[in-house]
C-alpha cells in the first residue's frame, strides 16, 4: 500500500444510515449519541489468516463478509440490533489493494443489509499473517437480556435454522469434489439471524439464547453450565435439509453437532410460551424448530438417539487444546 491515508479514504462510506451518529472515520474517535429506552452491545472478535480461514476457500470478500458476520451475530444472539461497527487490519506484504478493498467490501455489502455504518479503525503492517479484527456496536431495548443463564428445567430447547451447513461447505471446498451451491455459500457467506434474535427480544419472554459459532454441541453445552441444567436434544428433531442427502448420515450428524460457523441461534423458552413464540415466528415467515427439552441438571447435553440417551461434549474448536 502506497499511502495509508489515501487508502482510508477509499473506504471511508459516502453515507451513513444511523441517525445517532454524530461523528464518524477521520476525527480522534468516532461519536455517537445514546438512544433512550436502550442498552448498548458491545462485542469484538479477531480472525487471523491459517487459523480462522484458508485463502484456499475463501476470497478477501468473504474473508470481510465472515469477520463482520461473526460480530453481528453476537449483536444477535442478545437479541439486539447492530449499528456501527469499527475495523481494525494487520497487513501483511503481498496483499494489493485490490484484495484489501475486496475485504472491506464483503463487510460493506453485509452492512448495507442491516444498515450498520463503518465509523473507524485502525491500520497497521505486520510480519506475520493478516489479522482483521472487528468491533460491532449494537443496541437492545432496556431490559431485554436474552442470556445463556436463562434455561429452567421444562423449557423446550429451539434453533433458528438447519446447521451443519457451513462444515459441510467447508469438506466440498477442501475436497474439491462437487460444489453444491447451499453449502459452500453457507460456509462462505454465513448469514447472521439477526431478524430472529430481533423477534424472541420482542416478544418479552424468559429466553436463554447463544449463538452457533463454534457448533451447536459447543453452545449447548454453556447454556447448560450457565443455567445448571440438562438440555436433551433429540436427533430426529434437528432439521435435516436435502442437500444433505448425499452425505453419509452419521457424517452429517458430526456436522450438525460440532461443524459450527453456521450462525443460527441456539435457545430455550418455556413450554407455555413456546407456542405463541413459534406462531410469531411464522407470522414473520421465519423458521423456529423444537430440537429437544430442558430437564433439571447436572448441567450437561444428552442426544436422544433411538431409544439410546448418548452424552454430548463441548468438542468442537478450542484454540488452547
Ligand atoms: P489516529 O492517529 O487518530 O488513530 P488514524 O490515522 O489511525 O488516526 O485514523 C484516522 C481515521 O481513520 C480515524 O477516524 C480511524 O478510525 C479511521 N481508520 C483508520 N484505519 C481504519 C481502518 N482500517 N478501517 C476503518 N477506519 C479506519
Ligand atoms: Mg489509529
Redesign the pocket.
Known amino acids: 500500500m502506497k499511502d495509508?491515508?489515501e487508502w482510508?479514504k477509499t473506504?471511508?462510506p459516502k453515507k451513513h444510515h444511523q441517525p445517532t451518529l454524530i461523528e464518524?472515520?477521520?476525527?480522534?474517535?468516532?461519536l455517537v449519541r445514546p438512544e433512550a429506552g436502550y442498552d448498548d452491545i458491545l462485542c469484538v472478535d479477531t480472525m487471523v489468516e491459517s487459523v480462522h480461514f484458508s485463502r484456499k476457500t475463501m476470497s478477501p470478500y468473504h474473508i470481510g463478509h465472515k469477520a463482520l458476520a461473526v460480530n453481528v451475530s453476537d449483536i444477535a444472539a442478545m437479541g439486539g440490533a447492530p449499528k456501527f461497527y469499527?475495523?481494525?487490519?494487520a497487513i501483511p506484504k503481498g496483499w494489493t489493494e485490490e484484495e484489501l478493498r475486496d475485504i472491506?467490501q464483503g463487510m460493506a455489502d453485509l452492512a448495507e443489509d442491516f444498515q450498520i455504518d463503518?465509523?473507524?479503525?485502525?491500520?497497521v503492517s505486520t510480519e506475520g499473517p493478516l489479522v482483521v479484527s472487528v468491533t460491532v456496536h449494537g443496541r437492545v431495548q432496556q431490559d431485554r437480556k436474552l442470556l445463556r443463564k436463562n434455561a429452567r428445567s421444562g423449557d423446550v430447547v429451539f434453533l433458528t435454522g438447519p446447521v451443519g451447513l457451513s462444515a459441510a461447505g467447508l469438506h466440498l471446498l477442501l475436497k474439491e469434489e462437487v460444489s453444491i451451491k447451499r453449502l459452500i455459500e453457507a460456509h462462505q457467506l454465513p448469514q447472521p439471524q439477526v431478524n430472529a434474535g430481533l423477534l424472541l427480544a420482542g416478544s418479552g419472554y424468559r429466553i436463554a439464547l447463544n449463538d452457533i459459532s463454534d457448533g451447536l454441541a459447543s453452545e449447548a453445552n454453556e447454556i447448560a453450565e450457565a443455567s445448571n441444567v440438562q438440555l436433551i436434544l433429540d436427533e430426529e428433531c434437528l432439521p435435516f435439509i436435502e442437500e444433505f442427502a448425499s452425505f453419509q448420515k452419521e457424517q452429517v450428524l458430526e456436522w450438525m453437532l460440532y461443524g459450527g460457523e453456521d450462525f443460527q441461534l441456539v435457545g430455550t423458552v418455556s413450554e407455555a410460551d413456546w407456542h405463541s413464540l413459534r406462531k410469531r415466528f411464522g407470522e414473520h415467515n421465519q423458521p423456529l424448530y423444537k430440537i429437544g427439552t430442558v430437564n433439571e441438571g447436572p448441567a450437561r447435553v444428552m442426544l436422544k438417539k433411538g431409544e439410546e440417551l448418548l452424552p454430548i461434549g463441548k468438542k468442537g474448536y478450542n484454540h488452547f487444546r
Open positions: 495509508e491515508f482510508i473506504i471511508t464518524g472515520i477521520g476525527d480522534d474517535a468516532a469499527l475495523v481494525s487490519i472491506y463503518l465509523i473507524g479503525g485502525d491500520t
